[in-house]
């Protein structure tokens, strides 16, 4: 899953936040000493990764997405299943989305001198540049998708990922809603950050 999902699976504490993003940079490696909470939200972190990378109905979405993008399906899908979750916010949290993204901001700033560095930077330009606005749209969803497809170390071929997303909208979109109801039962089933130490 990608940054909206995993803070939205977090508490809203601000260890909770920074804990359930750093797993996407390098995680407890890249720090000198982590807190228990902190360690369970990286925790947490993990385990939505394996059970979202795991589980059928993403690998059935991947699949949607033409072969000489296939490569990238995994970062496509994370990034689509944020923008799903921007479409059905509503149906899954009473809170509107404008004070969640407020909420976290502010909470990941808290947390900003103690991430690592590359983490600095991304987090600083997620706050301040608010980028979950950009994935409420396909084109920003494109946009982002080819951002990232130009840090590939290789050359590929994955520009464009935004043609296979409109092509599958209603496909990608029954997927996520079948997906991602099963995925909050499992991380709420572990409790991992609730769980005593």
């Known amino acids: 899953m990608n940054y909206l999902a995993h ?10 936040h920074f804990g359930n993003l750093l797993g996407d940079f390098g995680g407890q490696r890249q720090l000198t ?3 228990t909470s902190v360690k369970s939200a990286l925790d947490n972190h993990y385990l939505v990764d394996k059970f979202t990378d795991a589980h059928p109905l993403v690998k059935e979405a991947k699949q949607l997405f033409s072969p000489k993008r296939r490569r990238f399906a995994g970062v496509a899908v994370d ?3 944020d923008h799903f979750l921007i479409q059905h916010w509503q149906q899954f949290n009473n809170q509107s989305l404008i004070d969640f993204k407020q909420t976290s901001y502010a909470l990941l700033d808290k947390r900003i001198p103690v991430m690592p560095t590359r983490m600095q930077r991304v987090v600083t330009s997620m706050t301040q540049n608010d980028w979950f606005k950009e994935y409420e749209s396909v084109d920003g969803v494109g946009r982002a ?3 990232i497809a130009k840090r590939v170390r290789f050359t590929n071929n994955f520009a464009g990922t935004a043609e296979d997303i409109t092509r599958h909208y209603s496909e990608l979109d029954g997927l996520f809603l079948a ?6 039962e499992h991380v709420n089933k572990f409790n991992l950050e609730s769980a005593p130490k």
């Open 79 to 81: 990034v689509v299943f």
């Open 33 to 35: 000493y982590i807190p």
């Open 145 to 147: 998708l080819d951002n």
């Open 179 to 184: 997906f991602f109801p099963e995925l909050i």
């Open 7 to 16: 803070l939205y699976l977090a508490k809203p504490t601000a260890d909770s």
